[in-house]
C-alpha cells in the first residue's frame, strides 16, 4: 500500500521558473487614466486624477481644470504614480466629460470612489 500524499510534487515544475511568462505588465493599469476621490475631514473630498499620457500638459490642464470647474488644485510629483492632479471636491464626472470631450477615449478612464 502507497500514500499518494506523502510524495512532494511541484505543479510549476515545467512552467520554467516564472508563471506569468514573458508578460510583464500583466495586472499593471499602466494604459488607464484614473479618477478617485479620497475623504478629507468631515464633508470635505479630495479629487485625484493619475495615469494621464505624457502628450498631454499637467500644469495647463490643471489650469483649465481650476477655471472650469471654479475649484483649487495642485500637481505632486509620488514615486510609483509619476505627476498626480490633485482638486478639492468631488470632481470626478466633470474631470470625466471634460477629458472625453477633449478627445480622451472613454474606455480609458476608470472612475473610482464611494
Do not use: W
Amino acid at each position: 500500500m502507497s500514500v499518494q500524499n506523502l510524495n512532494s510534487f511541484d505543479p510549476f515544475a515545467d512552467e520554467g521558473g516564472d508563471p506569468l511568462g514573458s508578460s510583464k505588465d500583466v495586472g499593471s493599469q499602466q494604459n488607464y487614466i484614473h479618477i478617485r476621490i479620497q475623504q478629507r475631514n468631515g464633508r470635505k473630498t479630495l479629487t485625484t486624477l493619475q495615469g494621464l499620457p505624457k502628450e498631454y500638459d499637467s500644469k495647463k490642464l490643471l489650469k483649465a481644470f481650476k477655471k472650469e470647474f471654479a475649484c483649487n488644485g495642485t500637481l505632486v510629483d509620488d514615486e510609483e504614480m509619476g505627476q498626480v492632479i490633485q482638486l478639492q471636491g468631488d470632481q470626478r464626472l466633470k474631470i470625466s466629460n471634460f477629458l472625453t470631450d477633449e478627445g480622451v477615449p472613454k474606455s480609458t478612464i476608470k472612475l473610482h470612489g464611494f
